[in-house]
């Protein structure tokens, strides 16, 4: 500290040594304003359907994952189960958790993050409507394993519906997706009980299957691939082409 004209000297010299010409200084550019930009723009017409989509998925996700993960082994001793057949086909099935980040890393760059999460929502689809028909205890497990794998994988990709929304309001987008996600997993425990108690398990992955399935639609039709894209051509106000839709940030003192 407090020697940098001695070591210019000696980088000077080193330079002097091997022949290399010295570079002019960077020219610095002024950084730009910081920008404060407020959270109602999250709802202005440019922008109202990223919020949507990226509230709709969070709440999704939250609400299968905690679905199989809390409440499975619960289920499965209300059907007659005893508590140590019950652990053990929860276990099988959580496997999934660790199978599911292995799929996202073999293939969510190829598909991209849109289709990706239409495509895994379909799975959830299809693998939970055919779970009310199963019997055997084999085919009831493996279904489970494949349903939470994808499910797990879902989790995994649900970061992508926040991602279209721009930088300058990210955090901000991202907090208001998942306060909402919170708050479906706040009520999520009466919605449970009660289709258990009047539907039986088929229900609740019926009724699972339901809401997969309005988000790969949602996803498919709303949703904006964010794979090998910049910043900039995903910006909610660049896309419409109507840059007075969105309200401007306001310089911050």
């Known amino acids: 500290m407090g020697r940098g004209q001695e070591a210019e000297i000696i980088l000077r010299r080193i330079e002097e040594q091997a ?71 929860n276990s099988a099935m959580m496997a999934g958790f660790v199978a599911g980040p292995i799929l996202c890393m073999v293939f969510a760059d190829r598909i991209g993050r849109r289709w990706g999460l239409s495509v895994l ?3 959830c689809t299809a693998i939970g409507a055919t779970y009310p028909f199963l019997t055997s205890a084999f085919a009831i497990v493996s279904c489970g394993f494949l349903m939470v794998t994808v499910v797990s994988a879902f989790y995994i990709r649900r970061p992508a519906s926040t991602r279209v929304v721009s930088t300058d309001y990210r955090f901000r987008g991202s907090g208001v997706a998942q306060m909402f996600g919170r708050l479906g997993l706040v009520a999520s425990p009466f919605i449970i009980l009660a289709l258990f108690n009047r539907y039986g398990i088929g229900g609740v992955v019926s009724a699972l299957s339901g809401m997969y399935l309005f988000a790969a639609v949602l996803m498919a039709i709303a949703g904006v691939e964010t794979n090998q894209q910049s910043l900039e051509s995903l910006d909610p106000e660049m896309m419409s082409g109507t840059p007075d839709a969105m309200p401007s940030p306001a310089p911050r003192s």
């Open 19 to 89: 022949g290399v010409t010295r570079l002019p200084p960077a020219s610095q550019r002024p950084s730009p304003p910081v920008l404060r930009v407020s959270i109602w723009v999250l709802f202005s017409r440019a922008v109202i359907r990223r919020t949507l989509l990226a509230i709709f998925v969070n709440i999704i996700c939250l609400f299968g994952s905690h679905t199989l993960t809390g409440w499975m082994p619960t289920f499965f001793v209300k059907q007659g189960m005893s508590v140590t057949h019950s652990l053990a086909f």
């Open 121 to 123: 929502g379909a799975l």
